[in-house]
């Protein structure tokens, strides 16, 4: 939790990446074309900021990431290897979320309650549990590093889809477009290890 002494580089890829990725997603949707909604720039950034903050960090990432990152994924990938330990992760971290799809408002902000639709919110977790791994191992197991990415993915979904794209507010399809490109360019790149050093971040199983 105190690791906070990283490389900048780190910080703009949780803080400017990840939103430009949801961004260039939803970009790639045939129905953004014409559905971007303007707004006034200073009052939507200073709203931005508050949600980031309140919404983004405190409404999930601070309670989550001790748990999936913190303490799992290094046992996991000690135990399975780094590829196959994060995909583990993704799936158990995208099946804790599922009870969402049973209240109406969360099963609205993901398309509805349908077998394709739960099936493309699982596929959007594990890519994005893909990056999170990737930041956490290079970043020697930092968990501010992988709260802020997460709060960036909550926020963009509100901020920058929300509002500058509502009418494609209730898919999940850009997410998944847009994770999906640099989760596969990590893994093959990596050959799967993700940056994974088994004495930077490694506990007994």
Known sequence: MRRWDVRVRWYLVALLGIPLVYLLGTLALPASHGAFHPVRLAPWLAQYVLVFVVGGIVGGPLFEE??????????????????????LLGVLWGAWHLPQFLLPAGADQNGGLHWSTVAVFLLVVVEFSVVLAWIFNHTRGSLPLVMLPHASLNTA?????????????????????????????????????????????????
């Not at 001790?66 to 995909?87: I, K, S, V």
């Not at 993700?194 to 930077?200: F, K």
Request: charge should be positive; proline fraction near 7%.
């Open 66 to 87: 001790p748990g999936w990152r913190g303490f799992a994924l290094p046992r996991l990938e000690a135990g399975l290897g780094p590829l196959r330990g994060t995909l």
């Open 157 to 205: 979904q509100l901020m920058v889809v929300n509002q500058l794209f509502p009418s494609l507010s209730d898919t999940e399809v850009n997410a998944l477009i847009g994770f999906g490109a640099p989760a596969t360019v990590l893994i093959v790149l990596t050959r799967g290890r993700l940056g994974y050093r088994r004495a930077s971040t490694d506990v007994d199983v």
